[in-house]
């Protein structure tokens, strides 16, 4: 990828990229080093968020690298005026090297990446994608498993609303999975963009209702049900606890088997897994600042 790369989705990479990024995350996680001195990283915010936006802050401060924060966009910032995100990304894109960007439409990434002058990472754009949650993701993969090729992993949840699993199997397209178990309700079920994919690269799924069905696998990539996506409270409810990973649940997966969640997390892991050995959730969110650590270092330095 060359310097001005923007990172909007997870089929954008290559795995000779992700084995150099994440060699360069397991090393500036020991020892982080001022590469990036200089440097403006703004966060642009227009959705609610904690890991993704401190992370991202908290890596290029470890860089040594200087932050603007618009944490509340949709409210505090000239969008309230009317602005297109077409022309605040032109401005911020003056202001700083590189814009981090969360936004409730589908798209917004793309658009605000067709005129910014330096990179755009899409943090979340609505019902689209998040592709530097699907690099973490995969990150704590290397780390869980023996070898994500060969390997059965289950996605568990809101496939349909739910950015990080998609940008997550998008990025298992690039593998050699044994197989993709996609567990949601038929009606939040997984997107026929990424199953169309899946089938091109020939990657083996299959899709169940039955939280069951995940019990054999090696990964359990569990999801919340998207609240803020459904048109009303009754709708959400409908959803609401159909997943729920309990101790007991935890207990009867294979012994080296792995529990990931992009977080955060309401009711669908129960607050006793937290201490199995399954747990890989706040392991993931730590790997969160490595990852970006190396993606910032990567596209600026
Ligand atoms: C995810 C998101 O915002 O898409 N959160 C995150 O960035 N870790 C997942 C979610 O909100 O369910």
Do not use: C, W
């Amino acid at each position: 990828m060359g310097k001005s790369t923007h990172i909007l989705e997870a089929q954008q990479f290559d795995r000779p990229y992700l084995d150099r990024l994440f060699t360069l995350a397991t090393k500036l996680a020991d020892a982080p080093k001022p590469l990036l001195t200089g440097k403006i990283l703004a966060t642009l915010f227009y959705e609610p968020s904690t890991r993704t936006r401190l992370s991202f802050e908290s890596a290029m401060h470890r860089l040594d690298g200087g932050v603007i924060s618009a944490p509340d966009a949709g409210a505090q910032s000239s969008a309230v005026k009317g602005e297109t995100i077409e022309d605040t990304a032109r401005i911020v894109s003056q202001y700083a090297d590189v814009i981090v960007l969360r936004h409730y439409e589908k798209g917004a990434a793309a658009k605000a990446a067709s005129v910014s002058s330096v990179p755009v990472i899409n943090a979340g754009d609505g019902t689209g994608q998040h592709p530097t949650q699907a690099l973490l993701d995969i990150y704590t993969l290397t780390r869980e498993l023996p070898s994500i090729d060969g390997a059965s992993i289950a996605v568990v949840g809101d496939l349909k609303n739910g950015r990080a699993a998609r940008s997550f199997v998008y990025l298992l397209g690039k593998f050699s999975p044994k197989e993709l178990i996609f567990i949601s309700p038929p009606e939040l079920a997984m997107g026929t963009d990424i199953k169309e994919y899946l089938t091109r690269h020939a990657i083996l799924f299959r899709e169940s209702e039955h939280l069951e069905d995940a019990h054999s696998a090696d990964a359990l990539y569990q999801t919340r049900i998207q609240k803020e996506r459904f048109e009303n409270s009754e709708e959400y409810d409908r959803f609401k606890g159909r997943y729920i990973i309990t101790a007991a649940y935890a207990a009867d997966m294979k012994d080296t088997a792995a529990i990931l969640h992009p977080l955060p997390r309401v009711d669908e892991i129960s607050v006793e897994v937290d201490d199995s050995p399954h747990a890989a959730y706040f392991k993931q969110a730590r790997y969160g600042v490595h990852v970006r650590m190396a993606l910032l270092a990567d596209l600026l330095s």
